[in-house]
């Protein structure tokens, strides 16, 4: 291997690590803004659309009359599930902690695997079953040591685990379509239906969309440029140079900063359960992901 060929993979697992970083603030940006939740996800879809808008214009048209009527159809639900995949994990941080919300939503990956089995008829093995029955017994200890605590955490698990199904459709419909269309003409049309998506609960909502403090503007702004541009987007970049599961198994380290970031912010320390229940949630995932293959 060369000194570029050394260099040049340095730079993409740089990269990869600082976009974990960067997703791991999503959670804490949103506790800090401490606005309504479907105010916050249209907000921070609406300044990511502003932030690819003038990279990803260009060329577009050429790339968009390439899809084909299905893809299209595809594009659109992919955005009206990121949108919902917002609106119920961020209102899930305003029940349960920040922990237990970052840990339960990672479990995305099985939600792909599950509706490509039932959907497109891939086989799921059996690594992928025991790392989902661990998951599973993961979220269930969570869960019942916070019904102990009270209703509220219980919807809150509840939710952030609606988010993470609604996470897997997103990227398993965005998988089909990134095969015709490249990242930055992907990621504009489906952040702005995302952000139309939240704009319409909004109105049902009564959720305001005026009337917050430079403060919870900044930290809006914040949420669309860190997590979403340094994080979500560069990850959809690095898809097409480094291999999907890597990308997927590297993507577990949210919760873990979060978490830390939670406690040292916050002072939001887990509960035992958290420790044992999250533990066992990030193993099955690190399970089922470390046999994916991928034709990336």
Known sequence: MSYHQIMQRASLYLTLVIATIAVSWAAIFIRLADADPISTAFYRMAFAVLLVLIPAIKGFRAQWIKLSGREKMFMLASGIALGLHFATWITSLKYTSISNSVIIVATQPFFVAIVEHFWWGDKINKRTILGMVLAFAGMVIISVSDFQLGGDHLFGDLLALAGAFLAGIYLLLGRRVRQTIDNRRYVLPVYAIAAGTLLLISFFSASPLTGFTPKVWLLFFLLALIPTIMGHTLYNYLLKYIKAHLVAVTIL????????????????????????????????IFLALSRVKSHS
């Open 253 to 284: 380290g949210e919760p873990i900063g979060a978490t830390i970031f939670g406690a040292i912010i916050f002072h939001e320390y887990p509960a035992v359960a958290t420790y044992v229940g999250g533990g066992l949630i990030l193993i099955g």
